[in-house]
Nanobody, 114 residues
Framework: QVQFVESGGGLVQPGGSLRLSCAAS????????MGWHRQAPGKQREFVAFISSGGSTTYADSVKGRFTVSRDSETTVFLQMNSLKPEDTAVYYC?????????WGQGTQITVSS
């Protein structure tokens, strides 16, 4: 069983910045592969960013150069979001992959609007 604590969501104006954090706990072994997906209203959940246990990162084309995923421990990751656009509005979900299983956080709302 894996539990998550996500924080950092909210309302921001276009061009602004936010930083999401995700702390996982529970039955986790070693450095976890973790990342973020998002789901906008009426759309399917989509990949945003990933950081491997070795520190390699991957981003969706739509956020490259604006978002940065990082970690400060085996099971805590961050998503720094800069130059936010209205189309970034969504619920952002942290996830962890371990032993072929994927575990999801509860999600945090990001709204980009003037």
């Amino acid at each position: 069983q894996v539990q998550f604590v996500e924080s950092g969501g909210g309302l921001v104006q276009p061009g602004g910045s936010l930083r999401l954090s995700c702390a996982a706990s529970g039955s986790i072994f070693g450095i976890a592969n973790m990342g973020w997906h998002r789901q906008a209203p009426g759309k399917q959940r989509e990949f945003v960013a990933f950081i491997s246990s070795g520190g390699s990162t991957t981003y969706a084309d739509s956020v490259k150069g604006r978002f940065t995923v990082s970690r400060d421990s085996e099971t805590t990751v961050f998503l720094q979001m800069n130059s936010l656009k209205p189309e970034d509005t969504a619920v952002y979900y942290c996830y962890l992959i371990q032993s072929g299983n994927i575990y999801w956080g509860q999600g945090t709302q990001i709204t980009v609007s003037s």
